[in-house]
């Protein structure tokens, strides 16, 4: 049976301004990487009962995700963030009080088990009650952890971050987070393993991703030794929407596959840089996952 990771938090709508909304939000845009790769994750997660929460729940079953996880949030609708992109960087205006703050804790869902490892989210740990959920899914599912840090202020803490990162098996973060997190410059790849060896001491963390924009990525393993790739160019590049959560989807799949760590990393690179050349983070062409990973048919 193909891996089947837990992935808790956000999924949203990107509002581009040309009207265009595209699915979003971090742990979705992973799920559905993960889909892609064929592993075949478990997104825990809410939407409301309008024109955007039906638009998700259909475009899942048609990806072929698993929507046993999502729930119907009767007080808030579906979230969407207002994006505006400028010389291919984005800028997101993340609208408050929506349905992916209202998670609730999945009790039948987990009882059923089966799960390879629980994928953390950071945006919706910033409202009750979905930050008591991701507390007690670190605390009771016993699976070890992938988080995923995106500090976006002011909805997102360093307090908060140092919550999601004690005892993470796998981080994923960016050298400006790990700069702040830690305390230490972080210009490029060649600063993260020092910075990191910070992070580890202070949280207890195993091995981590570190994405430095076009200049590639650093990952250190949980032994404290590290690894650098450079980052391909995107092929046109269109926007940078996504790409962190495709670095991050495919060091999952990595992962599933039992690839070493230099792989991994470069894989991650790769499709990251791929999906830099896509409007908007997700894609429902299987051809954009061929040839990145060692997981699953679209993979092999």
């Known amino acids: 049976m193909p891996d089947q990771p837990l992935i808790v ?5 990107d509002q581009f301004p040309d009207g265009r909304g595209i699915l979003g939000g971090a742990p979705f845009n992973v799920a559905w990487n993960l889909t ?45 963030v207002e994006v505006t992109v400028n010389n291919g960087e984005p800028t997101f205006n993340l609208l408050p009080d929506r349905a992916y703050d209202d998670i609730q804790f999945p009790a039948e869902l987990l009882a059923e088990g089966g799960f390879s490892m629980l994928y953390v989210g950071s945006l919706a740990f910033r409202s009750e009650p979905s930050r008591t959920t991701i507390r007690r899914l670190m605390a009771e599912s016993g699976l070890p952890k992938f988080v995923d840090i995106n500090i976006r202020k002011p909805w997102f803490t360093l307090e908060m971050a140092g919550e999601l990162l004690q005892d993470a098996a796998w981080t994923k973060l960016n050298n400006n987070e790990l700069a702040q997190l830690s305390g230490m410059k972080c210009d490029g790849p060649a600063d993260a393993p020092a910075a990191v060896a910070k992070l580890r001491e202070r949280y207890n963390g195993k091995a981590f991703f570190v994405t430095c924009g076009a200049e590639g990525a650093c990952a250190v393993d949980e032994h404290g030794d590290s690894t650098i790739a450079g980052s391909p160019t995107p092929d046109p590049l269109v926007d ?37 050349s896509l409007r908007g983070a997700t894609t429902r062409d299987s051809g954009h996952y061929a040839g990145i990973t060692g997981y699953g048919a679209a993979g092999a």
């Open 240 to 276: 940078t929407v996504g790409a962190g959560d495709a670095f991050a989807a495919a060091c999952i799949a990595g992962i599933a596959a039992g690839q070493p760590l230099q792989p991994t990393l470069e894989s991650a690179l790769r499709f990251a840089s791929r999906t830099c």
């Open 36 to 80: 892609g790769f064929g592993l075949s994750p478990v997104m825990v997660t809410a939407v409301a009962d309008d024109d955007n929460g039906r638009m998700i729940l259909e475009r899942m079953r048609e990806w072929g995700m698993s929507t046993a996880g999502v729930q119907t949030s009767q007080r808030l609708p579906t979230g969407l």
């Open 9 to 13: 938090g956000e999924v949203l709508i």
